[in-house]
């Protein structure tokens, strides 16, 4: 069976959670090719096994380079260990765990690692069945997450209009990314769990401090977000992940691909950062769990 067929495979097991993202109508796998609603509406599956459920192109600043150096970092590095530690911990605390399976959806998964991550660590750690989904309107992270982690169903997808019936889902992950509360709590079962993870102070603060003088970029607020959770979900747990890792040569490199920051520094800074030998990086992360509430 080629990629392609078996992802068509299993999706066709779960298709009862979509919705056609035209005319919100059930879909149905055809041929193990395409995912077609009644309407006729027709997405193709891609040959790494991935759907494409946008109904317009959307472009992003997020690049094949940025994803492949994330990929690296989190996935080989295990630079982001804690956090993913941490976040099953929660959702082994917090989640029903009388309940069968966990559904999972990654909102803004990028290249696939962290809910692959969370995914694996959730099954081993309650023995039961977990389904990942991961959700990203850049179709390059997508397409590295499709290639390299097979257990999960991954889509190209806008999380403000996502391709999914209502009360389909346990727990939505939010890592560093956007968020639409509406549309998460149309998702979420009774019970359901939002788990968002944003930047402390303290993140990434070796980097900032070299690439930007005193300027906005070089604080991060949180206060906006939480806030922003707290009017949307009964918050029932906070979680500070806080550590500094010492980053090699060819990890400096990598990392300085795998930041959005860079966007926005001047070409020298960003240059003399990459010429260190080695450098100390803090990761200074605050997960917000929160639970429906209506
Ligand atoms: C900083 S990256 C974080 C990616 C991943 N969660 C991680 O931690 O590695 C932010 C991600 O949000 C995605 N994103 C931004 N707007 C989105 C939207 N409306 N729908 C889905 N994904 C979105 C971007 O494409 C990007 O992959
Ligand atoms: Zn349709």
Redesign the pocket.
Known sequence: MTKKEKSATYVSELESIFKCPICEASMNVFELKSFICSNNHTFDFTKQGYLNLTTHP?K?K?SKDF?EA?RKL?AEDKF?EPLIQAIAEMIRRQADIKKESLWIL??????G??LSNVCDKVRSDFGKAVTGVG????KE?VLAAAKNYTHNIWAV????NTPFKDKRFDVILN????S?YAEFNRLLRADGLVMK?VPRSGYLKEIREDLFDKTVKQDYSNTEAVDRFNENFRILDSFRVHYTRKLNQPSIQLFMQMT?LTWSAKKERIQSFLEKDSADITVDLEILIGRKTN
């Open positions: 959307m992003t997020y994803f994330r989190i982001f990654d909102t803004g998964c990028g290249e690692s962290h959700i990203d309107i850049a992270g997808a806008d999380l403000a890592i560093l990314s956007p639409n993870v959005p």
